[in-house]
């Protein structure tokens, strides 16, 4: 049997949770410890601090792009398809 609503909703907020609090420390906090602390080994280099939220921005407005133009081109297929009804309905 799949997963409760609840117990999804509990597993997705507490990853995000887990994940924020992560690049929170990475990004804020990390700068503040000595280049020699046992910290850093922790943690990807600061350049992907940007890279990651930059791809999955991307990602994230391709997708929402591709969804409404999708949308668009079936919504503009389906217009169609409704015009060549009512003019063959109407030409009988």
């Known amino acids: 049997m799949g997963l409760s609503d609840k117990t ?15 690049y929170t420390v990475w990004t804020i906090l990390l700068p503040f410890f000595d280049a020699s602390s046992p910290v850093h080994g922790w943690f990807p280099s600061r350049e992907w601090a940007v890279r990651i939220p930059a791809f999955i921005l991307v990602v994230g407005i391709s997708a929402i792009g591709t969804f409404i133009g999708i949308k668009v081109v079936r919504e503009d297929g389906m217009t169609r398809v ?3 009804m009512k003019t063959s309905s109407t030409s009988k």
């Open 82 to 84: 409704l015009a060549s």
């Open 8 to 22: 999804l909703g509990a597993f997705m907020l507490s990853s995000a949770a887990i994940i924020f609090a992560y």
